[in-house]
Structures are given as C-alpha cells and as structure tokens.
C-alpha cells in the first residue's frame, strides 16, 4: 500500500485495534455500498480478533443491500450515547458525515479514519487516506492483508462488492491492475462473482425502474448541452413512494448520453437543503472542485454537496457553476 506522508502508519493503526476491546464501526449517511460492505468486513474481522464490535450507520441497512452477508451487524446508532476504546470511521470524507452516529458516541476512544476520498479532512486521531485506490474496500482488503487476517468467504464477499460498486463493476478511473488483484484474491476467497453480481446490478425494486423513467421524461440540457441534470422534489418523491436508496445509480444514465460532459442529480430534502450529486466524464472537469465551493467534495469524477436553499436557487447556483468550469477550457 503506498505511503502517504500525511498519514498515521498501518503498524501504529492495527496496534490500536487490537489493542482496543470495545470497538464502533461506522460509515456515511445514506451508504453506498462501498461503505455498507467495508463496515461489515471490517466488523468480521474484528470479532475474529474477539472483539466486542458494534456497527452503526445513521441508515442502518437499507433493503437493497440486504445481498450482503452478515447484513444485520448493521443497525441505527443508539438512542442512549455508549462509549468505545476505538471508533473505525470508513469511507467517511468528514466527520459531519456520519450524522446521528456522532449523537450516539458518549466517548470515542481512538477516532481512526480510513477512507479514499481526495477531499478528506482527516478528522480523526489516526488517518490512513489513500485517494488513489477507487474505493476504501481495497484499502481494507490491504490493510487487512498486512494484518495477516483470514479472508473468510463473508469477509471477501462484503470486500468484493465495495470495490465492484464503488469502481461502476471496474470501469471507473482508479480501477487499475492492483484492483483486479484485489479482486482475483477476494475470489480465491469464496466469492460467488455471478451470483453477487446479479443481486448488485440485476435486482431492482419496481418504484427505482418508476423513478428512472421520471428523470429521463424530465432530465434537462443546458451550457450547450454538456450538462445534463434532473430534479427530484419532496413531492415526487411522494408520489412515486420511493426511498432514498433508490437513487444510487441514476445519475449515470444522464451521463451516458453523448456530448454531455458534467451530469446533475438535485435532490430536495425535508431539512431546507438540496442534496446534489455531480459526475463528470472529462478528465478537465473536477466535479470535487467545483462541490468544494458548496462545502461539499468526493473525487475528481464524482462528488456531491448538501446545500442550504430551494431546489431552484441551488440548481442554478450548479448549473452557473458548472458551465464556468466547462466553458473556462471550451
């Protein structure tokens, strides 16, 4: 794993884990899968160690990732704030990110902070953060290596299917010939490749296949039809009755028309912000750079930001935003 020179050494991270007895596991709110399989890896692992591990996510486990073995490790944080001798934040950018876990936290311990992001703010006590790997499933998987761990099949299944989901099924920039490593020894380890496969990319409730048609009867073009972006209300979302987790993955389809450049997906929340998700398909484009100025960030490919403003004032602020930036080298 390379080093960085901002980040704590994995012998130090691994002596406070194993040092630790009572330890959180935790991730972003409105978890992808990276962060889903991540947690529950490192969860099992844990407890192969003897642990006492706990693990929280402001969402719990939403149904759609219910594929993924030992899925019920992951609950809503505690009502009653518990303390832990080590909290393990993973593919978390920012603190605030984790959400209501932080409410359910008496006493963290260590804060330890393992993620991929470039916009990391290396929040916690030790911060292992590697931008180059396209997902901290493979950061995990080697560190995990390092540790000498055993990849039972549960453990390599939950790694796999972060680095799968968080690499679009290793076509991503980033996925390089160290992810197929990773993944062709994950496999060694008892991935079902097919099976997995078909529960993560070919199993979807009807309402997401209902909200996908609504964005591509109401995407928008605009700055020359570069930029493609859809708008989900609070009361489509009522009408349509779909959860939060149907959203994952309907901001690539406006990607993927030709001649656009930057996609657009503007969600209105119910707390007065917009939640905006971005993805660029040209290398120029650093779609994290224009979410920073929103308090946002991610990748140079795919960021995101929660707004304060109506779905209207914070769409144009995007679209103004992002038509700079595409015009700047036009």
């Excluded at 292992?128 to 396209?134: G, I, K, L, M, Q």
């Excluded at 076509?171 to 099976?195: D, M, N, P």
């Amino acid at each position: 794993m390379p080093a960085r020179t901002t980040n704590h050494e994995l012998a130090t991270i691994l002596s406070v884990l194993r040092g630790a007895e009572n330890l959180l596991v935790t991730s972003h709110l409105r978890p992808d899968g990276d962060a889903l399989g991540s947690t529950i890896a490192c969860v099992l692992w844990l407890r192969s160690l003897g642990k006492k591990v706990t693990a929280w996510n402001e969402d719990g486990l939403p149904d759609k990732f219910s594929y993924l073995p030992c899925h019920s490790l992951v609950t809503f944080p505690s009502v009653k704030p518990l303390s832990f001798d080590a909290v393990v934040a993973l593919d978390c950018s920012t603190r605030s990110r984790l959400g209501k876990v932080l409410d359910g936290i008496a006493s963290p311990g260590v804060f330890l902070n393992i993620d991929h992001h470039v916009s990391n703010q290396r929040y916690g006590d030790l911060n292992y953060v590697d931008p180059s790997a396209p997902a901290t499933g493979q950061i995990l998987f080697e560190f995990l290596q390092y540790a000498g761990a055993q990849f039972t099949p549960e453990i390599a299944t939950n790694l796999y299917a972060a680095i799968s989901t968080d690499t679009g099924s290793f076509q991503y920039a980033g996925t390089t010939s160290r992810t197929f490593e990773a993944a062709a020894s994950l496999i060694r380890s008892g991935v079902h490749v097919a099976e997995l496969s078909q529960a993560i990319y070919a199993t979807q409730p009807l309402r997401r296949l209902n909200l996908l048609r609504h964005a591509l009867n109401y995407l928008e073009f605009s700055c020359g039809d570069t930029i493609a972006s859809f708008s989900l209300s609070m009361a489509d979302v009522r009408q349509l009755q779909i959860l939060p987790e149907d959203n994952e993955g309907i901001i690539d389809h406006l990607r993927s028309i030709e001649g656009v450049l930057v996609a657009i997906f503007f969600e209105e929340l119910q707390d007065g912000k917009v939640r905006v998700s971005l993805r660029s398909k040209d290398p120029r484009i650093d779609v994290c750079k224009i979410c920073a100025q929103f308090g946002g960030g991610g990748h140079p490919a795919a960021s995101g930001a929660r707004v304060q403003g109506t779905l209207s004032s914070v769409r144009q602020q995007f679209l103004i935003a992002v038509c700079h930036e595409i015009e700047s080298f036009a």
